[in-house]
């Protein structure tokens, strides 16, 4: 199975006395890693990644709303974004403010809360490196988002009427998170063709949340990019989506991943080798950096001991070092010139610093 699939889908504009919207949805596939185990977090290692056919989708909906609700502050630009995941039963709208954080404008259940951290905490990552790559601040993001709806012209005069409502859904296939308790209280037995009879998108219970591993996090950062970069920044390339990703899940999650299977969303199943960490060093505190150091890349294992170069008749591809990035934030991080990245300074095709030993893979017979 292969990576990303987006799904692209403009509504027209309805007359002024309606609200106005614009959706985007992305969907990408979870992921096994068959062979490379712990392996795969050390360069210059690689592993076999396979994608599953289990997709993890999230769409995007930008929309205005009239009028603007009374309980928002006066000082305030009237943008929210709201984050509904319904098989945890999660529906809570935020204050988008000018320091591009997501204020809460009810409580966050609590026994719903920690679960919720990856997805609020990408969020506004991705809203920020989307304004860092346009150069928005958040009043030009409003009006953007205006624009959008083929407002722009007229966005000083709706402004007193109208706020904008960033509306982000997610729903994951239900193999992304275990079935047994829903089985159990159907008194059902836990067979494959059980599994496959159940509703699309089954209701999870957050006490009691089991996933099956197969990337659900990764996943929902991925497709999380994907949706809000093509409907802010359509020029965006998978590229740039893959970057953005990589990068936001391991500020997400606290520490830098091996990547598998954020490559995984975006290019389907492949030989993998890890970018070099050092990459995303940058965007953790020193404090990070010195308790706790990413090591430097191991040498190249002796050749009895090395990945076999032609596994299952799928040949390696070559190992690129990446070069030098001037970094200092998710934008340096991911935006370093892409022109120069993929074709070099002499116009001719060159390796992508973030596109490491990454190659197609096809199960023979398949």
């Given at each position: 199975?292969?990576?990303?699939?987006?799904?692209?889908?403009?509504?027209?504009?309805?007359?002024?006395?309606?609200?106005?919207?614009?959706?985007?949805?992305?969907?990408?596939?979870?992921?096994?890693?068959?062979?490379?185990?712990?392996?795969?977090?050390?360069?210059?290692?690689?592993?076999?990644?396979?994608?599953?056919?289990?997709?993890?989708?999230?769409?995007?909906?930008?929309?205005?709303?009239?009028?603007?609700?009374?309980?928002?502050?006066?000082?305030?630009?009237?943008?929210?974004?709201?984050?509904?995941?319904?098989?945890?039963?999660?529906?809570?709208?935020?204050?988008?403010?000018?320091?591009?954080?997501?204020?809460?404008?009810?409580?966050?259940?609590?026994?719903?809360?920690?679960?919720?951290?990856?997805?609020?905490?990408?969020?506004?990552?991705?809203?920020?490196?989307?304004?860092?790559?346009?150069?928005?601040?958040?009043?030009?993001?409003?009006?953007?988002?205006?624009?959008?709806?083929?407002?722009?012209?007229?966005?000083?005069?709706?402004?007193h009427h109208l706020a904008v409502e960033i509306t982000i859904t997610?729903?994951?296939?239900?193999?992304?998170?275990?079935?047994?308790?829903?089985?159990?209280?159907?008194?059902?037995?836990?067979?494959?063709?059980?599994?496959?009879?159940?509703?699309?998108?089954?209701?999870?219970?957050?006490?009691?949340?089991a996933k099956t591993g197969i990337g659900s996090s990764a996943a929902?950062?991925?497709?999380?990019?994907?949706?809000?970069?093509?409907?802010?920044?359509?020029?965006?390339?998978?590229?740039?989506?893959?970057?953005?990703?990589?990068?936001?899940?391991?500020?997400?999650?606290?520490?830098?991943?091996?990547?598998?299977?954020?490559?995984?969303?975006?290019?389907?199943?492949?030989?993998y080798t890890r970018f070099s960490p050092s990459l995303l060093q940058?965007?953790?505190?020193?404090?990070?950096?010195?308790?706790?150091?990413?090591?430097?890349?191991?040498?190249?294992?002796?050749?009895?001991?090395?990945?076999?170069?032609?596994?299952?008749?799928?040949?390696?591809?070559?190992?690129?070092?990446?070069?030098?990035?001037?970094?200092?934030?998710?934008?340096?991080?991911?935006?370093?010139?892409?022109?120069?990245?993929?074709?070099?300074?002499?116009?001719?095709?060159?390796?992508?610093?973030?596109?490491?030993?990454?190659?197609?893979?096809?199960?023979?017979?398949?």
């Amino acid at each position: 199975m292969g990576g990303i699939f987006c799904l692209h889908n403009a509504f027209p504009s309805a007359p002024p006395t309606k609200f106005f919207q614009l959706l985007v949805t992305a969907s990408v596939p979870g992921k096994v890693l068959l062979t490379g185990s712990y392996l795969i977090t050390e360069r210059p290692y690689s592993g076999i990644v396979l994608t599953v056919d289990s997709l993890f989708t999230s769409s995007v909906q930008v929309k205005t709303r009239t009028p603007i609700p009374s309980f928002l502050p006066r000082e305030e630009i009237p943008l929210l974004v709201h984050l509904v995941s319904p098989q945890f039963s999660y529906d809570q709208t935020f204050l988008l403010n000018r320091s591009l954080s997501l204020v809460p404008l009810a409580r966050i259940p609590p026994h719903v809360e920690h679960l919720m951290t990856t997805f609020h905490s990408a969020v506004s990552l991705i809203i920020r490196a989307v304004c860092d790559l346009q150069q928005w601040s958040l009043d030009e993001f409003y009006r953007q988002s205006l624009a959008l709806l083929n407002l722009d012209k007229a966005s000083r005069a709706y402004a007193h009427h109208l706020a904008v409502e960033i509306t982000i859904t997610t729903l994951a296939d239900n193999a992304f998170y275990s079935q047994h308790e829903l089985l159990q209280s159907r008194n059902l037995p836990r067979t494959p063709s059980v599994l496959a009879s159940l509703p699309s998108f089954s209701s999870v219970n957050p006490r009691h949340l089991a996933k099956t591993g197969i990337g659900s996090s990764a996943a929902l950062v991925s497709s999380l990019c994907a949706a809000l970069l093509r409907i802010f920044v359509p020029s965006s390339t998978i590229e740039i989506m893959y970057r953005l990703a990589q990068a936001v899940h391991s500020v997400a999650q606290g520490r830098v991943g091996s990547g598998f299977d954020i490559s995984a969303a975006f290019r389907g199943s492949q030989i993998y080798t890890r970018f070099s960490p050092s990459l995303l060093q940058p965007l953790f505190p020193p404090s990070t950096s010195t308790s706790n150091p990413i090591p430097p890349p191991p040498p190249p294992p002796p050749p009895s001991a090395a990945f076999p170069p032609d596994p299952l008749g799928v040949p390696q591809a070559v190992l690129c070092e990446p070069h030098e990035l001037p970094v200092s934030g998710i934008l340096d991080v991911i935006g370093a010139d892409l022109v120069q990245c993929c074709c070099g300074p002499d116009g001719n095709t060159a390796s992508c610093p973030w596109d490491d030993v990454s190659v197609p893979f096809v199960l023979p017979g398949a």
